[in-house]
C-alpha cells in the first residue's frame, strides 16, 4: 500500500463522520491494543512519542511485560483528555480473534476491557477470519522471520524449503524416531529440536505460511530436569522464552519475529542469509507486511479513539523513525525501502510495479 493511502487514513482521524473534537468538551479517552508483539517495542516507543503533553505514567504488568498502560496528554488536543494506551500484546492471531468478537481482555491496570484494535502481521483470511468486520490501516511495517539455532549446531547452517517444513513437522523424537542433526548439515546423529511459538502468534501463522507448512507441528520444550520434551501447550508466547529454550536445549532451532532475534545466529532460507536488504530485494521471503485492524461494526472507535489511533499511525510510519530509530533499523523493514511486495500471507513475490 502506498504512503498517499497511509496518509488518508491518517487524514480521516481529524474529521471522521465529519467529526471535530471540541477543547472545551473534555472527556477522558481508552484505546486498547491487542495483537501482535513482534513490533511491540516499536509500539512502546511511539506511544511515548505521541503522549507529549506533560508527564506519562506508566503501569507495566508484573506477569507479562506486553501487557501495559500509558496514560498522559496530546499536545494541542485537550478535548481528548488524559489518554490511557492500553496493550495486551499476546500474538497477532489472538488479537484479530479477541477483536472480532469483542472479547475482553485484562489491562495492566486490571481492567477487563474490549480491545479497540489489533496489529497483526497476519491477515484475517490467514487464520480463518473473515475479513468483512474489520477496516484496515497500512500496512504499517514488514516483519521479517527468522530460524535461530542453539550453540550446537555451529555445522547447521542453511534450511532449503523442504528441510523447515521437515523440521516443523518431525523434529526431536517421534514415532518415526529420531530426527537427526546430520539430515540439516551436520555429522551428528542426535536428534534436532524445534521450539515455536504458538498459535496465537502472527509469527507461527505467517512462517508456516512462508515455507508453505501446513501439518501438526513438532515443538518442544524442556522438563523440571531441564530435559527436552514434546511441547504439550503447542508453542511459546514470546520470542524471549524461544531464546531461553534454545540455551537449554542447543540442538534446538528456533522462530522468533527479528526484533526477537537478539545475539543468537540466523540460518540461511534457500541460500539466503537473513538482513534487512535482502527482505527489500526480494531475495529472502520470510517475511509478512504488518496491518492494523479495527472494527467496522460493533466494536468500532469512537472519534476520539479514532483521532488517537490515527496519531500513533502516524508516529510508526513516519519515514525518519523507521529509517534512523535503534528500535527499528536492523529488526523490521520500512516500508519505503521495499521494492517487492506479495498480495497474500507467504504468497508470490513480485517486484513492486512490474
Known amino acids: 500500500m502506498k504512503k498517499s493511502k497511509i496518509a488518508k487514513y491518517i487524514a480521516a482521524g481529524f474529521a471522521l463522520a465529519g467529526f471535530v473534537l471540541n477543547p472545551s468538551l473534555r472527556a477522558d479517552t481508552q484505546v486498547f491494543f491487542v495483537g501482535a508483539n513482534a513490533s511491540q517495542t516499536i509500539l512502546y516507543d511511539r506511544v511515548t512519542n505521541v503522549l507529549n503533553g506533560g508527564a506519562i505514567t506508566v503501569n507495566i504488568s508484573p506477569t507479562n511485560s506486553t501487557v501495559r498502560d500509558y496514560s ?3 499536545s494541542g488536543q485537550s ?5 490511557t494506551i492500553h496493550f495486551s500484546l499476546l500474538g497477532g492471531i489472538q488479537g484479530l480473534q479477541d477483536l472480532a468478537n469483542q472479547n475482553n481482555e485484562t489491562t495492566a ?13 497476519a491477515s484475517p483470511g490467514a487464520v480463518g477470519l473473515s475479513a468483512d468486520p474489520f477496516t484496515v490501516l497500512g500496512p504499517t511495517l514488514v516483519v521479517p522471520y527468522a530460524f535461530i539455532k542453539g550453540s550446537g549446531l555451529a555445522a ?35 536428534p534436532i529440536y524445534l521450539v515455536a511459538r504458538n498459535t496465537a502468534s502472527a509469527v507461527r501463522t505467517e512462517l508456516d505460511a512462508d515455507i508453505y507448512f501446513t501439518g501438526t507441528i513438532s515443538t518442544w520444550t524442556t522438563n523440571a530436569s531441564g530435559q527436552p520434551i514434546p511441547d504439550v501447550s503447542g508453542g511459546q508466547s514470546s520470542g524471549s522464552n524461544i531464546r531461553t529454550l534454545l540455551n537449554a536445549i542447543p540442538t534446538a532451532i528456533g522462530t522468533v519475529a527479528a526484533q526477537d532475534i537478539s545475539t543468537f545466529p540466523t540460518l540461511s532460507y534457500e541460500g539466503v542469509p537473513y538482513s534487512i536488504t535482502n527482505v527489500e530485494n526480494g531475495t529472502y521471503p520470510l517475511w509478512g507486511y504488518e496491518n492494523w485492524y479495527i472494527n467496522s461494526g460493533n466494536g468500532a472507535p469512537s472519534p476520539a479513539q479514532y483521532q488517537v489511533i490515527t496519531n500513533l499511525l502516524s508516529a510508526v510510519t513516519n519515514a525518519n523513525f523507521q529509517a534512523t530509530n535503534s528500535v527499528f533499523v536492523n529488526k523490521f523493514a520500512p516500508l519505503s525501502g521495499l521494492q517487492v511486495t506479495r498480495s497474500t500471507d507467504g504468497g508470490p513475490i513480485t517486484l513492486i510495479n512490474y
Open 79 to 83: 478535548g481528548l483528555g488524559t489518554v
Open 72 to 74: 498522559g496528554a496530546i
Open 156 to 190: 547447521v547452517t542453511n534450511l532449503t524449503q523442504r528441510q523447515a517444513a521437515y523440521l516443523e513437522g518431525a523434529a526431536g523424537t517421534n514415532s518415526a524416531g529420531a530426527l537427526p542433526i546430520s539430515f540439516f548439515g551436520g555429522t551428528s546423529t542426535n
Open 109 to 121: 491496570g486490571g481492567l477487563s476491557l474490549s480491545p479497540t484494535i489489533a496489529p497483526s502481521s
